[in-house]
C-alpha cells in the first residue's frame, strides 16, 4: 500500500508548518522509542522470547492512553479484544518460561550425565 499512499502529496494540504511537524513527529517518535527500548531491553539481557511478549502489550498500552488521555470510545468489543491479548501474553510468557526451564534441564543433565536441578 505504500507505494499508492503517496505522503508527500498530503503536505500540500497543510496549510500550517507546526501542524506538519506534529504528524511527522507522530510517525517518527514512537516507532524511534519502541525500537530503542526493544534493542536496549535485549542488550540487557532480556530473552528474546520474552522481549517478544513485552511488545506485544504495546498495543494494550495504546489503547490504554487513548481512552485516558484522548477520550476514545471504549466498547465491550475493544475491551474483549484487549482481554483477549493479555490472556495470549500470558500463555505465551508461561509458555516461554516452561520451555526455557525444560530446555535448562536438558543441558544440565545432559552436560554430567546427573539431574542438577
Sequence with gaps: MMPLAQPWQMIRHVSNIKLLFLMISLGLL???LSYICYMGGISRGVELSRAGVIS???LVVSVAIAWL???ESFSLIKFS???LMLLSILIASRNAEALG???GEAINKSST???QT
Excluded: N, T
Aim: no cysteine; glycine share 16%.
Design 30 to 32: 514512537p516507532s524511534a
Design 56 to 58: 506485544s502489550v504495546e
Design 69 to 71: 488521555l484522548m477520550g
Design 81 to 83: 479484544g484487549i482481554l
Design 101 to 103: 526451564e525444560a530446555s
Design 113 to 115: 550425565g546427573i539431574d
